[in-house]
């Protein structure tokens, strides 16, 4: 189960690094891109690289895959602060940054305790997390729908408020 957790989030850290350089357009942010375009052929490479690794050497892997996941949240929550400083003008919304750094920090978090032989799930931590990430994702599809789909935005507030309250979910 630990492998499939780093195939299927490296992807993930893949996708967001691909968000990062389509939304840091322009000649002024070249150097910012070039990072998320490294990230995004690490992630690459790291998938690749779970397609084939060695049993025997997982705890070696996913450290290099925690190391990973930990630079590109650093990244993402300097970029953050950056632009909240002004000195940083790209099109991501604060709340992707954030978004995204959680997401990496869950996932070396996890991969941490793979290591470690702890496996077990907590499941207030887990209702917590994809609540407030499947929330944060209907509200961001929200704001990139036309305003003319109207019952689509109307739709994905909807999920954004009941993913927001767990609670709801279960009604």
């Known amino acids: 189960t630990g492998m499939v957790m780093v195939i299927s989030w490296s992807d993930i850290m893949m996708e967001h690094s691909k968000f990062f350089v389509n939304l840091m357009p322009g000649p002024e942010l070249a150097s910012q891109r070039a990072i998320a375009q490294q990230f995004q052929q690490q992630f690459a490479q790291q998938f690749a690289n779970s397609q084939h690794f060695d049993p025997g050497n997982y705890r070696a892997f996913n450290q290099s895959t925690i190391d990973l996941a930990r630079r590109i949240r650093d990244q993402k929550l300097a970029w953050q602060a950056q632009q909240?400083?002004?000195?940083?003008?790209?099109?991501?919304?604060?709340?992707?940054?954030?978004?995204?750094?959680?997401?990496?920090?869950?996932?070396?978090?996890?991969?941490?305790?793979?290591?470690?032989?702890?496996?077990?799930?907590?499941?207030?931590?887990?209702?917590?997390?994809?609540?407030?990430?499947?929330?944060?994702?209907?509200?961001?599809?929200?704001?990139?729908?036309?305003?003319?789909?109207?019952?689509?935005?109307?739709?994905?507030v909807a999920f954004q408020d009941k993913f927001a309250n767990p609670a709801a979910l279960q009604q």
């Open 84 to 156: 909240e400083a002004g000195q940083l003008r790209s099109l991501v919304w604060p709340v992707f940054f954030k978004h995204t750094a959680r997401e990496a920090d869950r996932f070396a978090n996890r991969l941490t305790m793979y290591n470690s032989g702890n496996i077990e799930f907590e499941r207030p931590e887990v209702v917590d997390f994809w609540s407030k990430t499947m929330s944060e994702h209907a509200g961001m599809i929200a704001h990139l729908l036309d305003p003319q789909e109207r019952p689509l935005v109307v739709k994905a």
